[in-house]
């Protein structure tokens, strides 16, 4: 801590202790603490917060320390238990905390120790009534307004919101406003700087006579500390001085004289626990309410402007409004900003107030310049009346050893966090991408979230990830929680997987674990997660559970390949678990109700996918896809598991008491890979469409022939000889059956295209049967050759091969190999 400054002698005059009541993050409260701070200029100033955060105030003069920023304190044998002490820039201790260290004054935190506030927080419902609440919404001194700090009871229960109190009786029905209009739009005293607060003090008096016994136990307790911390600071720089900035309603409780021994007697026995502490990154988002997190505030980017602006406010806050309006393309004239601003400033003066305030300001922006639409006014609010902003803590402060080498991470890879959402596309074959790969994998096995995957645009490949980030400030608490599995985030997320592994309920939790672990580039838990995969393979009977597992475990084969990871034992269990899966699964299909039919149904496609990636990802790299394997590999020990599974669907297709829809999608599995004609379709459609066989399953079997977005439309505008077949029975379908299968009909054909159903009605109009039955032997579908033009086919090959990643839109062309082993999805199938 720096030494007192010369400037630092009390004024004259002053009544010390001199008690600032703001509140939390108001711009009003901010300015007017500043310029009593000039005022009185104290000998040191104290402010609300854990006092075991004493040593991290220096570093809030740093450079590199940018607000909005928070104090973080977590249980160390619990890190998951926290609290977040926020801070704006207009937050009132933020600029209390500035002045001081500026100056040379020493500044103090003085509210309960964190040691106790977490020890109050971890309490059962039992020791204090209902259990408190979690992390986010944690009732710490500095995130409540003065408003919220009595609004909540123990356990929650709502007491009184003295701001609201305040409200009525000057005859406002708004607290919100009424603060605007009484701090935030004034002045910082006029002549004399502290009468504001005089004024607060004298109003919250009169609150807490009139409510007397609303407050808590936890305010209680706080209190008597708070009075205890101010005792001590008198005692060291004398009665004059001494300066406090806390929350408004605390101000009668600290004026009041308590008897010392009545305080320590409050302060007697509480628990406690070891407690960390450091300064984190916080955003303006978290700081608004619709953030999820109770800081007080609805409008953090509207603050920040007010306390920020020099002069002339409501015009440079429309100005603003203009710029990112004119962005996003939308015209936006700086007439239009002058009779916004003209506007905003009648209805202030219609509504008596004695600026314009968010509310005049936006609705003057929604009818001048977003022409009565509420689309650009969200984006008004999101982008600046909330805002992304997001601050930043010098790299000196305190942090926990996973922290760092995050943090050293982030700087080698150069992936910044950042408050706003942004998508990352990442070339898996380029060292940098592929690190920033492994560590997005990585910190979401150990429950940080920085990242989502998303789907890839133009490629369906392996060697493309597509990552939407957004950090927020909860994650610190998470990485702090992760720092009891490792030092690194390597080995965290190494021993993390290996304990997920251990737990893991069913085979699906560990066939996509296994293909995380690998995407994360974690061998070293490989080993156990294997292991148990194979254990519990071996024991697991379910059909629908195996057929649930596969996908993933294929997926984490194609993994291996892309990242050069040797996956023999994964191929291995994977081919062991399809052929279980082959073996299980037509007497599985059989007895399903609707539901249980369809959820079947999309494991027979999960499963079809699979078998085809499987053999895939087992060929030589370079090869084509239905290269054999090597004479040693499963592949090889196992036979051909495409011919098995089209034996399987075969099997499926030609029992009657399998369900419809999964009849239907084995046929149509098939005719697509090329096992069954177009002659053999029309006539196994035929048999389940003929009118011995109830309307219901016949309804399914259709679904699952031409449903399930498996373009089933285009087949039907292809082939009419498959239309003319549906088209003849639905006709048929008696009426008191057709209002039984039409939802599943309504189901099956709202999936199309507008283009696909505009079409199938013109040709079911034109009556498709007769035009089908017109054709003759070796003639196409009406509109269509008999054989493929191969000169108009030429023409698409380069849109082709640029789907394909021939041309991948990196600079890089690639051969046939790559191209096959980047498109295992079977794009081009």
Not at 616 to 625: D, F, L, N, S, Y
Not at 781 to 790: C, L
Request: a negative charge; glycine letters at 12%; proline letters at 7%.
């Amino acid at each position: 801590m720096t030494g007192i400054g010369e400037s630092a002698r009390p004024a004259e005059g002053v009544r010390w202790p001199l008690l600032l009541g703001v509140r939390h993050h108001g711009p009003g409260s901010a300015r007017a603490v500043r310029a009593a701070l000039e005022t009185a200029r104290p000998r040191t100033v104290l402010i609300e917060g854990p006092p075991e955060a004493d040593p991290l105030i220096p570093l809030a003069v740093g450079q590199d320390m940018r607000p909005p920023v928070a104090l973080l304190a977590h249980a160390v044998d619990e890190p998951g238990r926290s609290a977040f002490w926020p801070m704006a820039e207009f937050s009132p201790e933020w600029v209390a905390l500035r002045w001081a260290l500026e100056r040379g004054v020493p500044a103090r935190f003085i509210d309960l120790p964190a040691t106790h506030t977490l020890a109050w927080e971890g309490r059962t419902e039992s020791e204090d009534g209902p259990a408190a609440q979690d992390t986010a919404a944690q009732d710490t001194a500095a995130q409540d307004t003065a408003a919220e700090e009595q609004s909540r009871a123990p356990g929650g229960a709502v007491r009184v919101d003295p701001l609201g109190a305040l409200a009525e009786a000057a005859g406002y029905d708004d607290a919100e406003r009424w603060w605007e209009d009484v701090v935030e739009h004034r002045g910082a005293g006029g002549r004399d700087p502290l009468a504001p607060f005089a004024a607060v003090e004298e109003a919250m008096t009169a609150v807490r006579e009139t409510y007397e016994g609303a407050e808590g136990d936890r305010d209680l307790v706080r209190e008597a500390h708070m009075r205890l911390q101010v005792r001590a600071a008198q005692k060291e720089f004398g009665d004059g001085g001494v300066a406090v900035v806390c929350g408004a309603w605390h101000v009668p409780a600290l004026r009041r004289k308590v008897a010392v021994a009545d305080d320590r007697a409050l302060l007697k026995g509480l628990a406690k626990v070891k407690a960390e502490l450091t300064w984190v990154p916080w955003t303006h988002r978290r700081l608004a309410r619709d953030g999820g997190y109770g800081a007080g505030i609805d409008s953090p980017g509207w603050y920040a402007h007010l306390f920020g602006a020099p002069d002339r406010p409501v015009e440079r806050w429309l100005t603003k409004v203009a710029g990112l309006l004119r962005a996003e393309d939308r015209i936006v004239s700086p007439a239009h900003v002058i009779e916004a601003v003209r506007l905003a400033e009648t209805l202030a003066a219609l509504r008596g107030r004695p600026l314009p305030g968010l509310s005049e300001t936006t609705d003057a922006v929604r009818a001048v310049l977003c022409d009565g639409a509420d689309v650009p006014l969200a984006l008004v609010r999101d982008r600046l009346v909330v805002g992304d902003v997001l601050g930043e803590v010098p790299a000196g402060a305190p942090a926990v050893p996973l922290q760092r080498d995050l943090d050293r991470a982030q700087r080698r890879l150069r992936l910044k966090p950042e408050a706003a959402e942004r998508e990352v596309e990442l070339d898996l074959r380029k060292d940098t991408d592929a690190g920033r790969s492994r560590l997005l994998h990585r910190l979401r096995l150990l429950g940080v979230a920085w990242g989502e995957p998303t789907a890839s645009r133009g490629s369906t490949g392996t060697f493309r990830e597509t990552w939407r980030l957004r950090w927020e400030p909860e994650l610190s608490v998470r990485v702090a929680e992760a720092g009891v599995w490792g030092t690194t985030v390597r080995a965290a997320a190494t021993a993390r997987t290996e304990a997920d592994a251990v737990s893991a309920r069913d085979l699906a939790e560990v066939t996509a674990l296994a293909e995380r672990c690998l995407a994360a580039g974690l061998p070293d838990a490989l080993p156990v997660v294997m292991r148990v995969l194979t254990d519990r393979a071996a024991l697991d009977t379910d059909v629908g559970r195996l057929a649930r597992a596969l996908p993933a475990l294929v997926r984490s084969l194609r993994y291996g390949d892309v990242r050069g990871t040797d996956t023999g034992a994964l191929a291995e269990v994977a081919v062991g678990l399809a052929e279980r899966i082959f073996v299980g699964l037509p007497p599985a299909c059989t007895g399903l109700d609707p539901d249980a039919a369809e959820e079947m149904r999309r494991q027979v496609d999960a499963v079809h996918g699979a078998v085809g990636l499987l053999e895939e990802a087992a060929a030589p790299r370079g090869t084509a896809a239905r290269t054999p394997s090597p004479p040693d590999g499963p592949l090889a020990r196992h036979g051909d598991l495409r011919a098995r599974w089209r034996g399987v669907l075969r099997a499926l297709s030609g029992r009657d008491r399998v369900a419809g829809v999964v009849r239907g999608r084995a046929v149509r599995l098939l005719l697509d890979d090329g096992e069954v004609g177009q002659e053999e379709a029309a006539r196994l459609m035929g048999l389940a469409l003929s009118p011995g066989t109830p309307p219901g399953v016949a309804a399914a079997w259709i679904e699952g022939f031409v449903g399930g977005g498996s373009g089933g439309g285009l087949l039907l505008v292809h082939d009419e000889r498959l239309l003319a077949l549906v088209d003849g029975w639905l006709t048929r379908v008696p009426a008191e059956a057709f209002t039984d299968v039409l939802p599943l009909l309504r189901r099956t054909f709202s999936a199309y295209e507008p283009g696909v159903r505009r079409t199938l009605g013109e040709l079911v109009r034109r009556g498709p049967g007769e035009r089908a039955g017109a054709v003759g032997p070796g003639a196409g579908a009406p509109g269509f050759a008999a054989e493929p033009d191969e000169e108009r086919a030429d023409a698409v090959l380069p849109v082709v091969r640029l789907l394909l990643g021939l041309d991948d839109g990196f600079g890089e062309v690639r051969g046939p190999g790559e191209v096959q082993d980047d498109n295992r999805a079977g794009v081009g199938r």
